[in-house]
């Protein structure tokens, strides 16, 4: 079970109970620190990410998750250790609330690697409830994957071993416990891995990692007085909090070189999409969707992320003088201020042309499914039916090509989650990088032409994929709303040769 006293959760319209306790919480308006997107109460904290954000008077600079070291001596073997723990964090300034992280108080450090050597990872549990850690993004075996099968019980560890040879990318890892995954990710355990290959090396692009090159996590949540997490699990839209942390923290300042700069975003929220753009409304390009480098950059003033997806996006500092600013706004929420130091650390030059794709032709499709996403809160279902463990819904085969057809059916005809028009949806794929083909019968957004691994639907919306597995096992596909993920819209399917 989960530490007495993390947080609290709202599930019912009638009783409230703690997660880990039959302790009743306190009224929500005595005791909720926030209750509108972007403003805090005052008796929590001043200046904490209200719609001000006065940046001079938090002075937080922003945490750089660091590299995680590689054990081995062997060049070509990465040998790796995770641990996850308990931790504590001050997220409201001044203010301590129980975390927990990997390696650390919060979320967890930023794994490398390259295509061809042998990877090993040690994960430690040093939870008082079992866990597991998927790697989001990357093509590893099933049974390495990291699902809920791979189960790492209190106090035991887990050491799979794989060999990449993708695309390079910036991927993540997170838990991934059947009815766990929520809580777990909201209490803090997440982290960036970002895989290289030689392609992305010759290309010139801002890489110095921390500098030029910057992870940005986004997240939301929402918090009690005294600075504990407020879980709240919203009956149709998940767990939204109304208070955006960059990395961990709270309105964050970075300084940056007067140069191109390469942001590495990842929307790591429970369950709500963010579109994040600059407060100047300056234009930027994104360079890369879910699994990869695109084909060329997509000139862009902002971009939408569900829960799940990254981008890799290209902004031009260059003519900022030092000490000049610009805000990333997540949401309409001044989330991170990047600050000029004056100097210059690349000399990129914006080009037409990135990555080749192979691009997958539908004259090649030798099977085709559909997959209906429904409801809302726990009452969700994928083809109206939910996650069972012992369960697949199908069998398929390596290099075959398939056409996947997934439709939001919530607040359509017949569907569920009819109140407030239906409810958001975002469809991910474990074990391979697909190809967006179609949404709503056009072709997708440019930014959505690379590779991906997780779509969003809103309600009504259809998006059909192409999808090619190279990797034998037992994989997932499900809703990235954690909170629908949890309550079964999931399920698993088998590969083999």
């Known amino acids: 079970m989960l530490r007495k006293g993390y947080f609290t959760i709202l599930g019912s319209l009638i009783l409230v109970l703690t997660l880990t306790s039959c302790n009743i919480i306190p009224s929500q308006s005595e005791n909720i620190a926030t209750n509108e997107q972007g403003k805090v109460d005052n008796n929590v904290t001043e200046d904490v990410n209200d719609t001000e954000n006065k940046y001079e008077n938090s002075a937080i600079s922003l945490p ?27 997220i409201i300034k001044g203010i301590s609330t129980d975390t927990l992280g990997y390696n650390g108080n919060i979320l967890g450090p930023t794994i490398r690697s390259k295509n061809g050597e042998k990877i090993i990872i040690h994960v430690n549990n040093n939870l008082e409830d079992s866990t597991t850690v998927h790697w989001h993004g990357l093509i590893v075996p099933g049974e390495m994957d990291g699902g809920p099968h791979q189960i790492i019980k209190e106090g035991e560890s887990w050491s799979p071993e794989f060999v990449l040879e ?72 998940g767990a939204v909090g109304n208070i955006i942390m960059i990395n961990g923290a709270v309105a964050p300042y970075t300084e940056v070189p007067s140069s191109w700069i390469r942001l590495r975003l990842l929307n790591g929220s429970n369950a709500a999409q963010h579109e994040i753009n600059f407060s100047d409304g300056r234009k930027f390009y994104q360079i890369a969707s879910d699994g990869g480098l695109m084909e060329y950059p997509v000139e862009m003033s902002s971009i939408k992320l569900a829960p799940g997806e990254r981008a890799e996006i290209l902004v031009d500092l260059q003519s900022m003088a030092e000490a000049d600013s610009v805000s990333l706004m997540v949401s309409n929420i001044k989330s991170l201020e990047l600050i000029s130091d004056g100097t210059s650390t690349n000399e990129y030059v914006l080009t037409d042309h990135l990555v080749d794709i ?61 109140m407030g028009g239906g409810t958001e949806h975002s469809f991910h794929v474990h074990g391979l990088q697909f190809q967006v083909i179609s949404r709503d019968g056009t072709l997708p ?45 999931m399920g698993q399917f088998q590969v083999v040769e």
């Open 358 to 418: 192979e691009k997958w032709s539908t004259d090649d499709i030798v099977n085709e499914r559909s997959f209906d996403l429904e409801g809302m809160a726990h009452m969700v279902s994928i083809n109206g039916e939910r996650f069972d463990m012992d369960s697949l819904s199908f069998t398929l085969s390596t290099d075959t090509l398939e056409k996947w057809t997934v439709s939001n059916v919530s607040g359509s005809s017949g569907g569920m989650g009819m």
């Open 166 to 237: 993708q695309p390079a990318l910036t991927a993540w890892y997170h838990p991934h416990l059947m009815g766990e995954t929520a809580t777990q990710v909201y209490q803090g355990l997440g982290g960036l891995w970002i895989h290289d290959d030689d392609i992305s090396a010759s290309l010139g692009l801002p890489e110095q990692y921390g500098v030029d090159d910057i992870p940005v996590i986004v997240q939301d949540r929402a918090f009690y007085k005294d600075g504990s997490l407020y879980y709240n699990s919203n009956m149709m839209e």
């Open 64 to 90: 750089i998750p660091p590299i995680l070291e590689d054990t081995n001596p062997d060049p070509t073997v990465a040998e790796y250790t995770l641990t996850a723990d308990y931790g504590t964090t001050e």
């Open 445 to 489: 957004p440019e930014g959505e032409r690379g590779w991906k691994d997780t779509v969003f639907l809103k309600p009504g919306e259809t998006v059909e994929i192409l999808v090619k597995f190279t990797l034998e096992g037992i994989f997932m596909y499900h809703c990235h709303n954690l909170e629908h993920e949890d309550a079964g819209m």
